[in-house]
């Protein structure tokens, strides 16, 4: 029953270097079991078997410059590729991509398998649709040796894990509703987060909010006060608890509240779910975030411990698509 030990630390990258990337640096910095050794982002890429320096990399990226400014990095508009190229050297990967298009993460995950690379993938991705493009994969990442889990940010991921965990108490589930609050000091510190968010405002669509420039972005926020409010949103925390045999999708509602010009959260993040228990009894299990844990600590603490988690089974000889509700996490020390 021990926790799975690793000889040596995990060879942990990072693919993608705003927001929720720069975050998960820093979080490693603080963890023994895993090393920071390879991350990529828009205009380049950088790799150092030995760790990469937390500090260098993010001052490297002030202003929108780029992680190729690091000793030994590259400039690149193909940096994924050319990552890849390094072959295993990097074990696990945290994939803190935009999912802009919608088809992109599919997109990087059928590169990760043309290229033969075999590792671990986790991605924090967020939209029902972007997901499904994912499951049609399922047999190209088994038949490559790559275990991918997907949806291990907070909503989908810690929220969807904690329903799945919740629905046990019951035998039929009536609803699971996912309300979040996210509080950031200014929305350009994730502007994939934010303008995927737009995407699922009324009148708005993927599209749209990836085509719109900073200008018009910062004019919408102007004309919310930096509110975001988001309903009956399209996450994957639906597909993830349907294919987990918990409820059907139509039963999973996520929406919530986001401030991008205030740390402190606009409400608390929670999941309730109600069902009858084989008394019948009808109740609600309610799970209430702390409010003093960041979207980031949220979001980057699952990816790591999910990217754990998915070095067990690939060890193993377990590969192909899991999602956050079947697989539990493993703490990363
Ligand atoms: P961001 O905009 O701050 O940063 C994106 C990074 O990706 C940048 O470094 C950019 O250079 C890099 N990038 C873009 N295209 C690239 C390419 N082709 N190759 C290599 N690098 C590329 O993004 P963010 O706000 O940190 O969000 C990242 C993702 O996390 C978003 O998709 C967001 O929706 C998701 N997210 C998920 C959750 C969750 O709970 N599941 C929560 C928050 C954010």
Redesign the pocket.
């Known amino acids: 029953m021990k926790a799975t030990q690793f000889s040596k630390p995990i060879q942990v990258g990072i ?7 720069q975050a998960a640096a820093r979080l490693l910095t603080l963890k023994q079991e895993m090393r920071w050794v390879a991350v ?4 380049g890429y950088a790799y150092a078997s030995k760790g990469l320096n937390v500090n260098a990399a993010i001052e490297a990226c002030q202003e929108g410059r780029t992680v190729a400014e690091l000793p030994g990095g590259v400039s690149s508009d193909r ?2 590729e050319e990552l890849l190229s390094l072959g295993n050297a990097v074990e696990g990967y945290f994939l ?4 802009l298009p919608n088809t992109f993460m599919a997109s990087v995950a059928r590169q990760f398998i043309q290229a033969g690379w075999q590792g671990v993938l986790v991605d ?3 939209r029902t649709s972007a997901m499904e493009q994912l499951l049609q994969l399922q047999d190209e990442l088994q038949a490559a040796g790559i275990t991918y889990l997907s ?1 291990c ?5 810690l929220l969807t894990a904690a329903s799945a965990l919740a629905a046990q108490s019951f035998i039929e589930i009536h609803s699971i509703v996912i309300t979040f609050g996210v509080g950031i000091v200014n929305w350009e ?5 934010i303008r ?1 968010d737009i995407g699922h405002l009324p009148g708005y669509s993927v599209e749209t909010a990836r085509l719109m420039t900073d200008g018009e972005v910062a004019a919408l926020l102007n004309k919310t006060n930096g509110i975001l409010k988001l309903e009956n949103m399209e996450h994957a925390d639906d597909i993830v608890l349907e294919l987990a045999g918990i409820c059907p999708r139509e039963r999973v509602c996520v929406g919530g509240l986001v401030d991008t010009r205030n740390s402190k959260k606009p409400l608390s993040t929670n999941v309730q779910v109600t069902g009858r228990t084989f008394e019948g009894s009808i109740s609600t299990h309610t799970f209430t975030l702390g409010d003093e844990t960041s ?1 980031a600590a949220n ?1 980057c603490g699952p990816a790591f411990g999910y990217l754990k988690a998915g070095l067990a089974l690939h060890r193993q000889g377990c590969y192909g698509l899991f999602s956050a509700a079947q697989v539990m996490p493993q703490f990363v020390r």
């Open positions: 693919l993608g270097f705003g927001g929720l990337g990529g982002d828009r205009q940096s994924i803190a991509l935009p999912n924090a991705l967020k949806g940010g907070a909503t989908p991921g510190a994730y502007r994939a987060t995927e979207m979001v």
